[in-house]
């Protein structure tokens, strides 16, 4: 059973590309979170995702980030225009459900490192 | 909006002694889950409490649950070489607010 699948592991952008993060949650999970971790700091919450559906986007800035959750396929973080300091690391997690009032254990994938140049 | 707080930041010690990392949220929590994250890696869920006054362990490691659900501890007896890394505690309803993480090293 695969576990959170995250790629690219490594990626290198230069100021004013497009940057886009994939995450492919664990086999029956339908809930997908993003964090970004920058160096020495902890995990800030950026969105959380159900299939076709953002359920909470309140850790996201409000320009050039966006995220998705299609029927099929993958998670996708999008950043436009990429600036230096987005690079951080981005780590996707995901749980099978989400009970009222009580959280799912996360199941976090080996998360993307994002440099911009 | 919700905030979960972590102390200390860091915490260096020598193989075998103990080591403890606190957490505070600003907020009652319907739970409290630790992930730990070694060097380099992913975080890895290691508990979730979930009940007031709440005592669990994992071998060397005991978890506590604050009677108000706003605080908790991670509590490492002994400690090991192979505790090395980065304890999280986190928190809240739908999206889980991590802590800002105790970051351990242990010297040999």
């Known amino acids: 059973n695969a576990g959170v699948m995250q790629n690219p592991r490594h990626l290198v952008r230069r100021r004013g590309q497009e940057a886009r993060l994939r995450c492919s949650p664990m086999?029956?999970?339908?809930?997908v979170y993003w964090y970004r971790q920058l160096p020495e700091e902890g995990l800030k919450f950026m969105v959380y995702?159900?299939?076709?559906?953002?359920?909470?986007e309140s850790g996201m800035p409000k320009e050039r980030f966006s995220a998705e959750f299609p029927k099929e396929g993958p998670s996708i973080l999008r950043i436009q225009q990429v600036v230096r300091g987005d690079s951080a690391a981005y780590f996707c997690a995901s749980s099978p459900r989400d009970k009222l009032g009580t959280n799912e254990k996360l199941f976090f994938g080996s998360g993307t490192q994002l440099s911009v140049l | 909006g919700q905030q979960v707080m972590q102390i200390p930041q860091y915490q260096h010690v020598q193989e075998g002694e103990d080591f403890t990392t606190y957490c505070n949220s600003s907020t009652t929590l319907s739970n409290i889950q630790w992930y730990k994250q070694r060097p380099g890696g992913h975080p890895v869920f290691l508990i979730q409490?979930?009940?007031?006054?709440e005592v669990k362990k994992q071998k060397r490691l005991t978890f506590q649950f604050g009677e108000a659900k706003k605080n908790s501890s991670l509590h490492i007896t002994a400690t090991q070489t192979t505790d090395v890394g980065t304890y999280f505690c986190a928190g809240g309803g739908g999206k889980l607010i991590f802590g800002q993480g105790t970051e351990l090293s242990v010297k040999p």
């Open positions: 995702l159900q299939k076709e559906n953002i359920i909470d």
């Open positions: 409490l979930v009940k007031s006054g």
């Open positions: 086999k029956g999970h339908s809930h």
